[in-house]
């Protein structure tokens, strides 16, 4: 690399580092060795940082209700292009080089790569590096966005075709549910992409192993911002069991603007909506309340006979990241 370059990808990095306000704990590029304090995380509550505290001389989670001794050595992750898209074929090839240039000069990162266009990867990947460039970089995670069950069948089977590390869904805004389980890919073929099997229905449904083609971590959350629209709470809880199930780690970000918490009058939360499990959803007056008549009694809490939920509008900061009472940390295992 010409010295031109590499002093352009060096201000690139000092940028990137001041732009996302976190401590790379990068070397110049460039420079392979790492120096100052190690970086690292908490296994059991997840904590991430440098200054872990000591007992006995070994290294502590330093927050006070869990000082784990269970740390471990990590490496930072770096989130690219949130408000742009890698494989976007709009995007000049040479910046998407440039990019790859980086991301080799910088092995102490991690790097999520998360696209909406991922149809697109194998072909951009091919065009600047190689198709298979991926399997050689261990600090590289590739992600792909999904909402709903129809994106699912539609985009999971082009991410499992890019050879990677580490594959990731992103289902946020999730507006529908999703059987990860059972993905229908043919009329007589099904998808479980988080064990990387595959199973015929033409008599009887028989799971055949597929080495490595699985996703290794899920995303989920609600939507935000203006006109977002309502999450069911059956569609988290369906991908949190699926995951469990399978062993994939399971992050739950947001609720987004909604929740099903009943808030009462003095909240002062904005609307409330019923909310299919299917994903159809009708809006309510502020302060609306469900009669309790033979037709429209409720089953429980806010759960209608009919399955719809009961949701109020109270913003992001409101709704929280809670689900059935806990946070959802999961991470997948550097590799």
């Not at 471990?72 to 040479?94: H, Q």
């Not at 890019?162 to 059987?179: D, H, I, T, W, Y």
Request: hydrophobic share 40%.
């Amino acid at each position: 690399m010409g010295g031109d370059r590499a002093e352009k990808l060096r201000g690139f990095d000092d940028a990137l580092a001041d732009r996302l306000r976190i401590d790379v704990d990068a070397p110049p590029l460039g420079v392979t060795s790492r120096t100052g304090k190690p970086f690292f995380e908490c296994l059991d509550c997840r904590w991430r940082g440098h200054d872990a505290a000591s007992v006995n001389g070994l290294p502590a989670c330093p927050i006070v209700q869990c000082a784990s001794l269970e740390l471990r050595r990590t490496r930072p992750r770096v989130f690219c292009a949130s408000l742009a898209d890698v494989f976007d074929t709009d995007v000049d090839p040479a910046w998407r080089r440039d990019l790859f240039d980086l991301i080799e000069l910088t092995p102490n990162l991690i790097w999520l790569l998360l696209t909406k266009r991922i149809g697109n990867a194998f072909r951009e990947l091919s065009r600047a590096r190689s198709h298979d460039w991926l399997m050689g970089r261990d600090n590289v995670w590739l992600g792909a966005t999904v909402v709903n069950q129809a994106e699912a069948e539609r985009d999971i089977p082009k991410l499992l075709q890019v050879p990677a590390r580490v594959r990731f869904l992103s289902m946020e805004p999730l507006l529908g549910p999703v059987q990860l389980d059972r993905l229908q890919i043919s009329d007589e073929r099904e998808l479980d992409v988080l064990r990387g099997r595959t199973g015929s229905t033409a008599q009887h449904f028989v799971f055949r192993p597929k080495t490595g083609d699985r996703v290794d971590w899920v995303i989920a959350g609600g939507e935000s911002g203006p006109g977002a629209r309502p999450m069911h709470p059956t569609w988290p809880r369906m991908l949190r069991d699926q995951c469990a199930a399978a062993g994939v780690p399971f992050l739950y970000k947001q609720w987004g603007e909604w929740t099903d918490e009943d808030w009462g009058e003095h909240a002062g939360y904005q609307d409330t909506a019923g909310v299919l499990p299917s994903g159809e959803f009708e809006l309510m007056s502020k302060g609306y309340s469900p009669p309790f008549d033979q037709h429209e009694r409720l089953m429980a809490g806010n759960v209608r006979l009919d399955g719809r939920m009961l949701m109020d509008r109270v913003g992001k900061k409101n709704a929280g990241r809670l689900l059935d009472g806990r946070t959802h940390d999961g991470f997948p295992e550097e590799r």
